[in-house]
């Protein structure tokens, strides 16, 4: 049974006949009746009593007849939900994002693509890298905001930015008055960072480590404005972002560079390997580029 011979089968008793169902699907009359019978035939029932001159269903029939209106109703659908997906008409993109990366750069982007493209809803998803690419791998988000992590196999990268991260300073920190620093700058300084959940977290001690000492962390929180407020409170220095210095309304915080490459927050999409990706998800990708670029 296929659904050729659904629709056929509904058009005959729809029209009440051969004749007039033959005419509006454009066959001939004898072409409709044999692929009836071959419904029947695959069935193995009758669904056409043929004792009388007008149309009229067995109970088989009248079963076939209900639930073939069904199956082509769904069939319907699902090509217009698709022809709406391929169109950017509707559809849904589920994304896991951080939280110093989506205040930073994706806010006023998810606004501009919600505003070009108001009938794909977006879901946000916000958590630390690790457990983004988590929920990615597991199917939970179509696409994570992150950081390159260690090498995974089942993900793709696809670059978006690279963010400096620099030093957070009170304005009457001894180090305020530098142009630049170096790590050996750092070494008896206290530290506000995020906690260990997010990866600029790692990035920072690792370098600290290949440089020979262990960070003096005297809080941690995972929430940036926070830290930089107890920076400006002068509780200690911070190795974040450059962006963030954008969004800052304090008037006693100054950015220090950092004389180290490998400091530095690079903003990517990750998506798994070999899973197609839907037109709204390649169309938020290809604007977020064109964005940011």
Known sequence: MDIRQLKYFIAVVQNQGYSRAAEA???????????????EDELNTTLIDRSNHKIELTESGKVVYQQGLQIIHSMENISNQLFGIENLKQGHINIGIPPITGTLYFSKIIKDFTYLYPNIKINVTESGAHKIKDKLLDGEIDVAISMELSKEANLEVIPLIKDPLVLYVNR????????????????????ITLNSDFELR??????????????????????WDFILKMVDEQLGVAVMPYSLYNLLNFDNIKTIPINNDALEMDVNFLVKKQKP????????????KNTIE
């Open 202 to 223: 790692k990035v920072f001690t690792y370098e600290c480590y290949k440089h020979d000492f262990i960070p003096n962390i005297v809080f941690e929180s995972a929430q």
């Open 277 to 288: 990706i839907s037109t709204p998800l390649a169309t938020f990708i290809d604007f977020t």
């Open 172 to 191: 009457h920190h001894p180090l305020a008055e530098k142009e630049s620093i170096e790590m050996d700058d750092l070494k008896a300084q206290s530290f």
């Open 25 to 39: 699907l454009y066959l001939s009359q004898s072409t409709l009746s044999k692929v009836v019978k071959n419904l």
